[in-house]
């Protein structure tokens, strides 16, 4: 059975976590430099971004996990180490500075930034800071998650319990995403941790079908980021069988495993940089998968759905219009659109045409700040989900200055 619980990446047995301000971001209230332990050496998987830019610390991350195995993640803030002379080997650095202090081997050691690109990471403060970033070691998922922050104006992290093989397992999480993000690999950074026994192939095979229908679903702004990865460390100690294999158990990891996804992706869409409302386009009757996903993405992309979404303004037609350009064949002429939140439902077009409905009401439904946008097409049995958020004035305000 399925069970939210506290803890984020420190609910699963074996692993410990903290975060710290060592002087890379200049504000010396916010944290900037977080770490996260197993006790063993855990099975490790990993998504990276689709951009052809990317960052230095996906290239070493990538090089470490060619055997499926990690023990520590180390992630520092303010600084992307992005597009920069010499950023390979700060990312090496950042790894064996983790390693040496924590007696563990360079390789098990997987490394990840985010800020400002095209500054050079000066690792002095990183190694400064490293004695008192490990011996802080706790169940501080909390300290982590912050110290991974940039333009986010809340912490995400979440966990659950469930079982498997008569064993109680946790699966838990903490992401960063507020700017840069849009499908294919969104632009995040997400550190997942489990206890349950599995190995590195079957852990890869759950998190890279996973992302099709969550992280890769999400759309702010229509930038794919440079640094982005999801990362999942598997250590066994929950004392399961070994998932080496589909089956039951496989089911039951990958249900967790959406569970934890799913919160984190629906908790970056509502923390869009600027936003205020979270939005989430729900397509059914879809042909085929991909032109239901096609089509929810196009609408969540949408900037004028999007702005439309922030003035409480029921303009179907923009949703229309995007679906028209998505590239998704559908019959136009059998869609249906209503907008859902906790104020009540009501539906703006049928059958491809507008239908006459309360202006008040629709209002009254758009300036919740959770915001279901049903696309129904008539087409199929498929359906898919995309989220992501209005688009405000503040949105231009904060990527307008952001280096400072």
């Given at each position: 059975?399925?069970?939210q619980?506290n803890?984020?990446?420190c609910a699963?047995?074996g692993?410990k ?9 200049k504000n010396?209230s916010?944290?900037?430099l977080?770490?996260i ?8 998987a990993?998504?990276y971004t689709k ?8 290239t070493?991350?990538k090089?470490h996990l060619g ?6 993640i ?6 992307a180490?992005t ?12 790894a064996?500075?983790?390693a040496?202090t924590?007696g563990?081997n360079?390789?098990?050691v997987i490394?990840?930034?985010?800020g ?8 002095t403060?990183?190694a400064a ?14 300290d982590a998650a ?9 912490k995400?992290q979440?966990?659950?319990s ?5 064993k109680e397992?946790?699966?838990g999480?903490?992401a960063?995403?507020?700017g840069?993000?849009?499908p294919?690999?969104?632009t995040?950074l ?25 992280f890769?679903m999400?759309s702010?702004?229509?930038?794919t980021?440079?640094?982005d990865?999801?990362?999942?460390l598997?250590?066994?100690?929950a004392?399961?069988p070994?998932?080496t294999?589909?089956?039951?158990d496989?089911?039951?990891f990958?249900?967790a495993?959406?569970a934890?996804t799913?919160?984190?992706?629906r908790?970056?869409a ?5 936003a205020?409302?979270l939005?989430?386009c729900k ?5 085929d ?11 969540v992309c949408?900037?004028?759905t999007?702005a439309?979404?922030f ?8 949703v229309?219009?995007?679906i028209?350009y998505s590239?998704?064949q559908?019959d136009?002429?059998?869609v249906?659109v ?7 439902s009501?539906?703006v077009?049928?059958d491809g045409a ?7 009401q629709?209002?009254e439904?758009l300036?919740q700040k959770e915001i279901?946008?049903?696309v129904s097409?008539?087409?199929?049995n ?13 949105y231009?305000k904060?990527?307008?200055d952001?280096?400072?």
């Amino acid at each position: 059975m399925l069970k939210q619980i506290n803890g984020g990446v420190c609910a699963a047995t074996g692993f410990k976590a903290n975060g710290i301000h060592c002087g890379i971001r200049k504000n010396k209230s916010k944290k900037d430099l977080s770490l996260i332990v197993s006790s063993v050496p855990a099975a490790a998987a990993a998504v990276y971004t689709k951009n052809l830019v990317k960052g230095a610390p996906l290239t070493v991350t990538k090089e470490h996990l060619g055997n499926k195995t990690a023990q520590a993640i180390i992630c520092n803030s303010g600084n992307a180490n992005t597009c920069n002379a010499g950023g390979v080997g700060v990312a090496r650095e950042m790894a064996r500075l983790a390693a040496d202090t924590l007696g563990i081997n360079n390789e098990d050691v997987i490394v990840a930034s985010t800020g400002v690109i095209g500054q050079p990471l000066d690792p002095t403060p990183i190694a400064a800071a490293m004695p008192e970033l490990a011996a802080g070691l706790g169940d501080k998922s909390d300290d982590a998650a912050e110290g991974i922050m940039t333009t986010d104006t809340a912490k995400k992290q979440i966990a659950f319990s469930f079982n498997i093989g008569g064993k109680e397992c946790h699966i838990g999480g903490i992401a960063k995403g507020s700017g840069m993000i849009h499908p294919n690999m969104a632009t995040m950074l997400v550190f997942l941790t489990t206890d349950c026994a599995i190995s590195g192939e079957m852990l890869q095979k759950a998190l890279s079908a996973d992302t099709e229908d969550s992280f890769n679903m999400i759309s702010i702004d229509g930038d794919t980021s440079t640094n982005d990865m999801v990362t999942i460390l598997a250590n066994g100690l929950a004392g399961n069988p070994e998932i080496t294999a589909d089956g039951a158990d496989f089911d039951a990891f990958k249900e967790a495993l959406s569970a934890v996804t799913t919160y984190l992706c629906r908790s970056i869409a509502a923390d869009g940089e600027g936003a205020t409302k979270l939005l989430e386009c729900k397509v059914t009757g879809a042909a085929d998968k991909a032109a239901a996903k096609t089509i929810a993405k196009s609408v969540v992309c949408s900037s004028l759905t999007k702005a439309a979404m922030f003035g409480a303004d029921a303009n179907w037609g923009r949703v229309l219009c995007a679906i028209g350009y998505s590239g998704a064949q559908t019959d136009v002429t059998k869609v249906g659109v209503s907008f859902i939140s906790s104020a009540g439902s009501v539906e703006v077009c049928r059958d491809g045409a507008g239908v006459d409905f309360s202006e008040g009401q629709a209002k009254e439904i758009l300036s919740q700040k959770e915001i279901v946008i049903s696309v129904s097409l008539g087409d199929g049995n498929a359906d898919a989900t995309a989220w992501g958020c209005d688009l405000t004035y503040d949105y231009v305000k904060i990527n307008g200055d952001y280096r400072t």
